[in-house]
C-alpha cells in the first residue's frame, strides 16, 4: 500500500507558517480504487496573517478535493486527465476564494500563501501550483522537479540574465506570482505525469530547496531505497540536513512512496439496500504553521 511520511520544523522562525496534509481516500466499489492526496501551503512572508493563509487555503483545498473524488467516476473515463485536472483546479480557485473573502472579512490589506498539490490516481500523478513550494518525483534512479517556481527570480533564470548560484541572494528571490489570496488573475499551473510502483514523491516548502540542492534530495531518497533509513526517517533526515545547511525558514517536507493496492473482487457485503458503506476519509498526518508576507516568502 502507498506509504506517506511528513516533518516538519519552525527553524529560526517565530512562528510556524507551513500547513501541510496527506490525504487517503478509499472507495471498494463498484471496484476497489484509491487517491493519495498531498497538499502544502507555505505563508507568503511579510503579509499580515500568513499563517492563517496557509492552514485555510489547504483546508479549503483539501474539503473540494475529498468531497469531489470520492464520487468521481472510475479511472476507465476516457479522459480522465481532463476531468481530473478541472476537480483540482476548482479546488484550488475555491482555497484562493476562500483566502481573499478571509483578508476582506478581516479588513487585512493582504493575506496570502503559495501551494503545491499533488492528487495520484490510477497510476497517474497530477501536480498544480501557485508560488515557490516544490513537486518532485523519483523514479529509475533519476529524481524530477515537476514544478516550476513562480518567482521573479526564476524568469530571469529562463530569461538567462542572472545564474542559480546568483539568484540566491538576488533581493527578487522570493517574489512571487500566482500565489494563494490572490484578489485577481489566480490561475494554478497544473501538470501530468505517470507513476510506477516504487516511485517516490516529495513536496517541500522553500526553507529545504533555498539551501539543499536537488541532487542533495536524490541523495537522501536513494540513501532510504537502498534500506539504510526507513520512510519515515526520509523526511527527517531531509529537515535535519536543511537545518544544518543553515536554513533560515521553516522546513516541511512531504514524502510518499507510490505503491497501488491489489484488487480483490467485490463482495456481495460491501453494498447495503441503499448502496455501497459510506467512505472513510484518512487524514494521516497534518501539520499547521504560522505568519508571513504575500509576495514575498
Known sequence: MTQMASHTDIGHR???EDTARAIQLRRAVPRKTGVDILLLADSAGGHECGEVASA???????SVLAAQLVTAPDETVPDISGSMTGVIEAALGYANEAVVERAAANELSAMASTVVCIVIRGGVLYVAWAGDSRGYLYGDGRLR???HDHSCVQRLIDLGLVSPAEAQSHPLSHIIDPYLGQPQGFAPEIGTYRISPGNVVLACSDGLTDVLSDDEIAAHIRFYQTGRCTFEELPVRLVEAALAAGTTDNVTVLCCEYEPESVP?????DVTLTGAYPVALSE?????????HAADT
Open 14 to 16: 517565530a512562528n510556524l
Open 56 to 62: 485555510l487555503g489547504v483546508d479549503a483545498a483539501s
Open 145 to 147: 522537479r515537476i514544478t
Open 265 to 269: 473482487p467485490v463482495h456481495p457485503t
Open 284 to 292: 494521516t498526518f497534518r501539520t499547521t504553521k504560522e505568519v508571513g
